[in-house]
């Protein structure tokens, strides 16, 4: 794949806590302008990849580069400034503020308030809160929550989005329309999309491209077909016939 059809290009990354490797010589490169699937089973090192990705965590060893660029060892805001962002597993918005104001915390401090505000009013339309933005942000569901981090994480217009379990939690509906909006994002302004999920309805109907991990290391890469008929990634879900 050539330098200009890479978004992130990950080799050997490394990441032990103790005896325990976490993630071991992890080894693939992410499309660009494409929506990309990251599977595994529990304890495969997804979640810790995408720590390791985001400056959440220091690697061992190992290379990121984005852009040319070896973003291992930045800090997360560091990352973040560089035009990566992400949503978690869990949702850390800001329970005690408003939906506007949870949008407005994750804009730069070099943006003017006035352009922040208009960036938000757009985005709060675009995942449909703005009925709800002088809501608390604890006191939506939890669906309403995953929506409200990932316009969070769209207020800086990010190239590189990394989404870590969006369908989690979220009713059927709410995760179509948050699907809906991913699409649009990769269709219609060329974003790269990172999706850690496992509900395989999500990645094998919306993913271009599959990465598994199994251990801490990439087992497997390619079609979501291909994926799916993949014996190492069968015997890595299901263990041994």
Same mark, same amino acid.
């Given at each position: 794949?050539?330098?200009?059809?890479?978004?992130?290009?990950?080799?050997?990354?490394?990441?032990?806590?103790? =005896?325990?490797? @976490?993630? #071991?010589?992890?080894?693939?490169?992410?499309?660009?302008?494409? /929506?990309? *699937? $990251?599977?595994?089973?529990?304890?495969?090192?997804?979640?810790?990849?995408?720590?390791?990705?985001? =400056?959440?965590? @220091?690697? #061992?060893?190992?290379?990121?580069?984005?852009?040319?660029?070896? /973003?291992? *060892? $930045?800090?997360?805001?560091?990352?973040?400034?560089?035009?990566?962002?992400?949503?978690?597993?869990?949702?850390?918005?800001?329970?005690?503020?408003?939906?506007?104001?949870?949008?407005?915390?994750?804009?730069?401090?070099?943006?003017?308030?006035?352009?922040?505000?208009?960036?938000?009013?757009?985005?709060?339309?675009?995942?449909?809160?703005?009925?709800?933005?002088?809501?608390?942000?604890?006191?939506?569901?939890?669906?309403?929550?995953?929506?409200?981090?990932?316009?969070?994480?769209?207020?800086?217009?990010?190239?590189?989005?990394?989404?870590?379990?969006?369908?989690?939690?979220?009713?059927?509906?709410?995760?179509?329309?948050?699907?809906?909006?991913?699409?649009?994002?990769?269709?219609?302004?060329?974003?790269?999309?990172?999706?850690?999920?496992?509900?395989?309805?999500?990645?094998?109907?919306?993913?271009?491209?599959?990465?598994?991990?199994?251990?801490?290391?990439?087992?497997?890469?390619?079609?979501?077909?291909?994926?799916?008929?993949?014996?190492?990634?069968?015997?890595?879900?299901?263990?041994?016939?």
């Amino acid at each position: 794949m050539a330098d200009a059809e890479i978004a992130l290009d990950i080799q050997n990354l490394k990441k032990y806590f103790g =005896g325990i490797k @976490a993630v #071991d010589g992890c080894t693939f490169q992410v499309p660009k302008g494409q /929506i990309s *699937g $990251l599977i595994g089973p529990n304890g495969s090192g997804k979640t810790t990849t995408f720590n390791l990705l985001t =400056g959440v965590l @220091a690697a #061992d060893s190992g290379e990121v580069l984005y852009n040319g660029e070896n /973003i291992v *060892g $930045l800090r997360p805001y560091e990352i973040f400034n560089r035009g990566i962002s992400r949503t978690f597993q869990i949702t850390r918005i800001y329970r005690e503020m408003t939906v506007f104001e949870n949008m407005l915390s994750a804009s730069s401090m070099k943006v003017p308030l006035r352009e922040a505000r208009a960036r938000a009013e757009q985005l709060m339309e675009f995942v449909t809160l703005t009925k709800l933005r002088g809501e608390y942000g604890g006191n939506l569901s939890y669906g309403q929550q995953k929506l409200l981090e990932f316009a969070r994480a769209l207020m800086t217009d990010p190239d590189l989005i990394l989404l870590d379990e969006p369908a989690a939690g979220v009713n059927r509906t709410l995760l179509n329309n948050l699907l809906d909006h991913i699409h649009h994002l990769q269709e219609e302004q060329g974003k790269t999309v990172l999706i850690v999920e496992h509900d395989m309805n999500v990645i094998m109907n919306h993913c271009e491209k599959v990465f598994v991990l199994d251990y801490g290391v990439k087992i497997a890469e390619g079609l979501p077909e291909d994926i799916q008929t993949n014996e190492e990634v069968i015997e890595a879900y299901f263990g041994h016939k």
